[in-house]
């Protein structure tokens, strides 16, 4: 364990560490648990588990509910209220999407759809990068053919799909852009069954892009997430595999920031890295 590590872990107060892993064992597809289930989910012994709860309950984080059951309590509610009352959209994508990016994928963005266009909100790009290209906030690419374009499109209907689809030319922009319909429809099938859209320099020669789609409280797609990387950093499987993954997590991440806060935007006028 490295001395930082030992420093943390002695400045650690245990119990508060156990309430707090308490409180995480609630979620909404299961929003009432009994002491025996949030022992289990947990990791705690039962008697921890009793006096954790009670205390919870004494505190207002916890309530109880029929059953011998307990469910979060409204003080849970403020927390998270202060929290996002306090961050825009900008502050909280920002981590995310630095997180995306490392020793492989050099640049991570956001962008919305515009009709046939997606718009980017929010993107951060290393300056010294094998990218190639380099966009800003405000830039526009078509949703035809981008895998950022592809994660939003999968998700709408059909008729507005093909509407957004039929309204400009499509132009291959590489030999690997898909321009027809089914092509293009049957990128969109692959997106539905994997949850993220892949490009293969289907844009930009030497570019390789994973995305996928943030929801809003209504389950419509209103955005994407997508990490970028050159071509020769790896394999397309090495970087579907170490990408894909983090990207999918990224755009849960923001979804569920989405459907709390009931914000769908971001603030305007901002100068991208």
């Keep these: 364990m490295k001395v930082s590590d030992t420093e943390s872990s002695k400045s650690m107060v245990m119990s508060l560490a156990k309430g707090f892993r308490v409180l995480e064992v609630f979620d909404a597809r299961e929003p009432e648990l009994t002491l025996s289930q949030i022992a289990a989910r947990a990791e705690l012994d039962p008697g921890t588990t009793y006096r954790l709860a009670k205390t919870l309950v004494m505190l207002g984080y916890l309530l109880p509910a029929e059953g011998k059951r307990y469910r979060l309590g409204l003080k849970v509610l403020d927390l998270g209220f202060n929290a996002f009352g306090q961050m825009d959209l900008n502050t909280i994508a920002r981590p995310i999407l630095r997180s995306l990016m490392g020793p492989i ?162 603030a305007p006028g901002r100068r991208g890295a």
């Design 105 to 266: 994928n050099e640049a991570a963005s956001i962008a919305v759809l515009d009709g046939p266009e997606l718009v980017y909100v929010e993107r951060l790009q290393m300056p010294l990068g094998r990218l190639g290209i380099s966009q800003r906030v405000g830039a526009r690419v078509p949703a035809f053919c981008t895998a950022i374009g592809h994660a939003i499109l999968a998700h709408l209907p059909l008729e507005e799909r093909l509407q957004i689809l039929n309204a400009r030319p499509r132009t291959k922009m590489t030999p690997n852009t898909p321009v027809t319909i089914p092509e293009i429809e049957s990128r969109l099938q692959k997106v539905r069954e994997l949850g993220y859209a892949v490009s293969d320099q289907d844009t930009v020669i030497g570019v390789r892009v994973i995305a996928a789609p943030i929801f809003d409280p209504d389950d419509r797609p209103w955005a994407a997430i997508s990490a970028a990387a050159p071509w020769m950093a790896c394999s397309l499987q090495e970087f579907v595999e170490h990408t894909a993954p983090a990207v999918v997590s990224a755009a849960k991440q923001l979804t569920k920031v989405s459907r709390i806060s009931g914000s769908t935007g971001f």
